[in-house]
């Protein structure tokens, strides 16, 4: 073999190793979850960063929580679509028939009643919702811890992620587990001491403080544990009203 075809493969080699290495390592950030399911989008390489640094750094970083004396006077409710019919039915039923689905890899489907979930341990937490768009207000919210669902349920081992849905079909989130089994994250139905009130997501809300307030869907009525998010909508883990929104929404 003369020198010149020996160096090509050589290169090739090289190259070949560069990419198998770029697969390993890509594919070594999946297996630790350090990698969001919208890695893929525009602003994929910032957002795989911002994610992965969070996961390696504060796994278990508490949202921060106020005193009392702190709690809005005058909490904002931010505009949502409609109710839809069967949200109004069921507040003509004064929720009694509100239900919280869950399914997907999980021991024991389960089909939960409001007061099924208050009898589970409960949590309270004084923290901050913040929109995207600028504004924030803190209140006390009271709930169901979701781990405490999902643990009391029974999660598979190939669970990765808890996707959430609401009475209103447009909008919908999806959270890793370290954020679904964090004890700040909490299936709501109490804000300021009282129930939940409608506007601000009852009968049932999903309060996620360590990210920002579209990730802490109203109405919620049904969650889904799963190992991929491809499945859902457009396979970005969120509706296709927060797609423009990162899936990974910490402070
Ligand atoms: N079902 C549903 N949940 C939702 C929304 C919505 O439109 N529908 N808006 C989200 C957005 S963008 C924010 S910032 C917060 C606002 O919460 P607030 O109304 O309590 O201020 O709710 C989130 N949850
Ligand atoms: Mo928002």
Not at 23 to 45: E, K, M, T
Not at 82 to 98: C, G, I, Q, S
Request: proline fraction near 6%.
């Amino acid at each position: 073999m003369n020198n010149i075809s020996r160096r090509a493969l050589l290169a090739g080699g090289a190259l070949a190793a560069g990419a198998a290495a770029g697969a390993a390592i890509a594919s070594v950030g999946r297996r630790l979850g350090l990698v969001p399911p919208d890695a893929g989008g525009i602003y994929g390489p910032g957002e795989t960063l911002s994610y992965a640094a969070h996961r390696l750094l504060g796994r278990n970083a508490l949202a921060l929580e106020f005193p009392r004396s702190m709690i809005s006077a005058r909490p904002f409710a931010n505009a949502i679509s409609p109710p839809t019919e069967l949200f109004e039915r069921h507040r003509a039923a004064n929720f009694v028939n509100w239900r919280l689905e869950v399914q997907g890899l999980v021991a024991q489907p389960a089909s939960l009643s409001l007061a099924e979930l208050r009898a589970m341990p409960v949590h309270s937490q004084i923290t901050e919702v913040t929109c995207e768009e600028g504004w924030s207000y803190i209140a006390e919210w009271t709930g169901t811890p979701l781990s405490g669902i999902l643990s009391t349920m029974g999660m598979r081992s190939a669970a990765r992620y808890v996707v959430y849905f609401s009475t209103d079909p447009e909008w919908w989130e999806s959270i890793d587990l370290d954020e679904a089994m964090h004890p700040q994250t909490l299936v709501t139905w109490g804000m300021n001491g009282a129930d939940l009130p409608v506007p601000f997501g009852g009968p049932l809300r999903m309060r996620v403080p360590r990210q920002l307030g579209y990730k802490s869907v109203k109405f919620v009525n049904r969650i889904v544990v799963t190992d991929s998010l491809e499945q859902f909508g457009s396979g970005t883990g969120q509706s296709v009203a927060n797609d423009g929104y990162a899936w990974y929404a910490g402070a």
